[in-house]
């Protein structure tokens, strides 16, 4: 038995714990950044692995000396709009594309997939040009257009995945059931696709919490900004980095997202594998 | 109970022909089965008949009504799939509630249908239970009870027992038989499975390749199969079939003559078989009309060399060698054959069966 527990060790948690090391290490470093004194931060000759003295400065200044706050709330807001609008969008797309197969629908597949290979550093320049058009310059709600065409293809691709996994027969026994499309699709695919859509969902909500170039580029005034792009332009100031707060933002602007994967990792493992187990 | 006519229904997958020119009459409350090897084309008729898959050509009829352009909803039709196609996420009560629910029915005669369809299935103690929870063989009942209980008007079951295990598949055989005798709608039943073909259904359609072989009752195809292809999947064990047999006339008499076997052909499929007189076709035994006999003149008797027997309780299967081909012969119980030895063999002459060589149509 020691044997065979030893090779466990070396053989799984040895390298899982490494690896645990590597991974959680950058956010051990923000977190013990964030409670240090600036005085202790820049002093060379302390360990900088500990933090000696507690000092909740850093905190005192993302709170109350930005608009940390605000910024969250903005991310808050786009990234739950521009989730619930991809969402809806490709729920009827990858629906259609897998379901009704109409002509084109196939090529229609393809299509949604280029998309998503579209890098954002070329688009954003056209992007620019029709949110300045629609009005919505510096606006919140030019993001929560723009996120979605990325995560649209990004969602129709999962989904039509897992939409795949599901009998056929299920809608065609629904059907002479007497059961319309739209019946079917409420009562029968949604259930049944669940942890599909919020696999989908907790995808879409990461990727716009983290996004940073057209936040970048579509917001100027310091309200509007979102965590990712308020920190770094408001935090680093010329070659000057305000490493305590800026470390204490980046913290406390990942919290939401461990939040969201925690409580629905079941559903995110079920949902990228796939296959509806009976 | 409704009528459904198919007239010159064919259906194609792009280049694949999966159903060619099928006509046939289900008649009011018939237990109408489909039997073919798989890929014959029978799951494509089906749910042409359910307005699942569009047809190509031709026409279907239910009532004396054209549906080839009405959607499976208005059809008033309940299948039931291999695979049940239950909903996972709902209990068997809702699974079964489903098309009536849909169909406006109150609340109080869903209740009391389900409950009645239950308690006939014996699912009353499960309605409250997922799918999941349940067993195959539970399973295949709740997938009846959802069709049952809308009592449509014709039944569709696609190879509805093929994933149960082989002694449940005869116990639910048998239920649905007495169930489809107490209800008696129409049904079209859906297997690759001779034996329960023969053993279910009012008529048989025997498939190949997408085209009807042969419709009838069971006992008229297994004693008259129109061609080869028939004759060798209905019945089992398989017919044995002898290739190059040749036809001679003696006088007024007809013999089929191969090495080791020279059999008289009985007076009834004389005269079919005269033109073939000196030309070669196939002959065709079943097993069970092979049997051991102690007289070596009597008519159609043979001797043959006994390889493997292969005792099954209410029969003997001997495998035997006669002039370098083997046959399959089904023997009494009481027989004391050995292997390694010879046996006297005779065939039941009035039902043989003779083939044409090239076009493998039954003669006669
Ligand atoms: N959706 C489809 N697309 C293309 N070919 C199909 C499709 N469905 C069935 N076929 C083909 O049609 C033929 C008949 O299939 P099917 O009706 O399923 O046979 P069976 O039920 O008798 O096994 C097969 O050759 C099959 O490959
Ligand atoms: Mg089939």
Known sequence: ?278 | MAEVVLKNVGKKFGDVVAVDDFSLTIRHGEFMVFVGPSGCGKTTTLRMIAGLEDITSGEIFIDDRKVNHVPPKDRDIAMVFQNYALYPHMSVYQNMAFGLKLKKVPKDEIDRRVGETAAMLGILDFLKRKPKELSGGQRQRVALGRAIVRTPKVYLFDEPLSNLDAKLRVQMRLELKKLHEQIGTTSIYVTHDQIEAMTMGDRIVVMKDGRVQQVGEPLEIYMHPVNRFVAGFIGSPTMNFIEGVRVEKEGEDLFVITEGLRLPVAAEKREALAPYAGREITLGVRPEDLSETEFPDAPGAFTAFVEVVQPVGNQIYVDVRVGGRDLLASISPQSRVKTKQDILLKARLENLHFFDADTEEAIG
């Open chain 1, 1 to 278: 038995m020691p044997q065979k527990q030893r090779e466990k060790f070396f053989r799984f948690y040895l390298p899982l714990f490494l690896f645990l090391v590597f991974l959680l290490f950058p956010f051990y470093w923000m977190f013990a950044t964030t409670f240090k004194s600036d005085v202790e931060l820049y002093n060379l000759k302390l360990n900088p692995f500990l933090i000696h003295t507690w000092s909740l400065a850093n905190l005192k200044h993302l709170f109350f000396e930005t608009r940390f706050l605000r910024w969250l709330y903005n991310t808050f807001f786009v990234a739950i709009t521009s989730t619930v609008i991809s969402l809806s969008a490709s729920l009827l797309a990858a629906y259609g594309i897998q379901r009704i197969r109409f002509k084109g629908s196939n090529l229609m597949g393809i299509g949604i997939f280029f998309c998503y290979l579209v890098p954002p550093t070329i688009l954003f320049i056209p992007l620019a040009t029709m949110i300045f058009k629609l009005h919505l310059w510096d606006s919140l709600w030019a993001l929560s257009l723009i996120y979605p065409t990325f995560l649209i293809p990004f969602c129709t691709w999962l989904l039509m995945g897992y939409f795949n996994s599901i009998p056929k027969e299920l809608e065609e026994c629904a059907m002479m059931d007497g059961a319309s499309r739209m019946w079917i699709f409420w009562r029968v695919i949604i259930p049944l696709s669940l942890p599909g859509i919020l696999s989908a969902g907790i995808f879409a909500f990461t990727l716009s919490w983290n996004e940073y170039l057209y936040a970048l580029t579509f917001i100027s005034s310091s309200l509007k900004k979102t965590v990712s792009v308020g920190l770094v332009t408001e935090l680093v100031r010329g070659d000057v980095y305000h490493w305590g707060p800026l470390m204490a933002g980046a913290l406390f602007g990942s919290v939401p997202v461990a939040l969201v994967y925690s409580f629905f990792v079941e559903y995110y493992v079920a949902g990228i594998t796939g296959a509806l187990k009976e």
